[in-house]
């Protein structure tokens, strides 16, 4: 069993920043890539940024410049700082790995999401 835990959503103003946390837990042998996602109200999920086991990032055009995705391996858990926030980043944030479980078991797993609310 593993379990992804998502922290640090709120209400921010606009231009403000936050800082998300998701700790991996349970069962883990390593894990390979992490990354945040976003589900806006009435939208897709969509790629906000991922960062893998060797530190190599990829943002979305959206998130350039603003975020920043880091992680501490030594605590499984993945960072999002997000700076000069707009109302159009209002959505639930979601953590995701890919983890290879202490059962040889290489698999994809999701936070709950925790929200985010842009707004003045």
């Known amino acids: 069993q593993v379990q992804l835990a998502e922290s640090g959503g709120g209400l921010v103003q606009p231009g403000g920043s936050l800082r998300l946390s998701c700790a991996a837990s349970?069962?883990?042998?390593?894990?390979?890539?992490m990354g945040w996602y976003r589900q806006a109200p009435g939208k897709e999920r969509e790629l906000v940024a991922t960062?893998?086991?060797?530190?190599?990032?990829n943002y979305a055009d959206s998130a350039k410049g603003r975020f920043t995705i880091s992680r501490d391996n030594a605590k499984n858990t993945v960072y999002l700082e997000m700076n000069s926030l707009k109302p159009e980043d209002t959505a639930v944030y979601y953590c995701?790995?890919?983890?290879?479980?202490?059962?040889?078991?290489?698999?994809?797993?999701w936070g709950k999401g925790t929200l985010v609310t842009v707004s003045s």
């Open positions: 995701n790995a890919v983890i290879l479980t202490t059962t040889w078991h290489n698999m994809d797993y």
């Open positions: 349970g069962s883990i042998f390593s894990i390979n890539t």
């Open positions: 960062i893998t086991s060797g530190r190599r990032t």
